[in-house]
């Protein structure tokens, strides 16, 4: 179990005690433990979304449960998102993109990124009923750390010098890619039944374009990409239950 716990103290802000899953050799391997840790905030988003549109309007409920999204990660992701857009979307070549992306002051695309990236959840969510909010809470989490996993399976490492995503990639497994996207499918399906082909259209899209897109710029991913696709894939499939619910 200590990859498990070593995957929950890296993607989450909850505190451990104790030094148990805190071994290197536990962190590379607690790769595909990384749905399983967006199974367990999924759960715990989907009754806070409960309790959230049984007392609030949907629009501050919306609010509320956005910000419990990108706060049980501290931001993390949203970091990573705001980097890779200010590398991106600089028209540099690559060896200044991947310079710019690991500067730690953030830029005016970061910015733009951010906030879109927000709005989008934010209004997605808003136009939800409760039961359509509870499921695209349990689907958020769960699309964004699966995402990760098959981000990784896609793409190699790009820098050459090194970073945080060098010791997952020392276990990177097209396997954990697999598994990561059955974890998704299955949890769509479980979700909302055969809407899950939808769902399932909109993830692969999402990861897939941002994929070549970083593929092009930086012939690979890095830690950043992987907390944007992370953000991208939340994002996607709160759009992908807004339009279902609507559709109907």
């Known amino acids: 179990m200590a990859p498990f716990v070593a995957a929950f103290r890296f993607l989450t802000i909850f505190p451990i005690p104790g030094k148990y899953g805190t071994g290197t050799d536990d962190l590379a391997a607690s790769i595909a433990w990384f749905?399983?840790?967006g199974?367990?905030?999924?759960?715990l988003a989907s009754l806070l979304a409960l309790l959230f549109w049984s007392l609030l309007p949907p629009m501050m409920a919306a609010t509320l449960l956005?910000?419990?999204?990108l706060g049980v990660s501290g931001g993390f992701h949203l970091d990573g998102l705001a980097d890779t857009a200010d590398g991106f979307f600089s028209a540099r070549p690559r060896e200044r993109i991947l310079a710019i992306m690991r500067d730690s002051r953030i830029g005016v695309m970061g910015v733009i990124a951010l906030v879109m990236v927000l709005l989008l959840k934010f209004s997605a969510l808003a136009g939800l009923d409760r039961t359509g909010a509870m499921r695209a809470a349990f689907l958020m989490p769960v699309a964004g750390r699966c995402g990760i996993v098959i981000f990784m399976a896609l793409l190699?490492?790009?820098?050459?010098?090194?970073?945080?995503?060098t010791l997952f990639y020392s276990r990177r497994s097209r396997v954990a890619g697999i598994w990561a996207l059955v974890v998704f499918g299955l949890t769509a399906m479980f979700t909302t039944s055969f809407n899950c082909v939808f769902l399932l259209?909109?993830?692969a899209t999402v990861i897939l374009t941002f994929a070549i897109m970083c593929k092009r710029k930086i012939n690979g991913a890095t830690g950043d990409t992987l907390?944007?696709?992370c953000e991208l894939g939340e994002a996607g499939i709160a759009v992908a239950m807004s339009c279902l619910y609507w559709g109907r």
């Not at 956005?66 to 999204?69: F, Y």
């Not at 190699?156 to 995503?165: C, I, T």
């Open 35 to 37: 749905p399983v840790v």
């Open 39 to 43: 199974l367990v905030l999924g759960c």
């Open 66 to 69: 956005t910000l419990v999204l």
């Open 156 to 165: 190699p490492y790009a820098r050459s010098e090194g970073g945080l995503a």
């Open 201 to 203: 259209s909109v993830f």
């Open 227 to 229: 907390g944007a696709v």
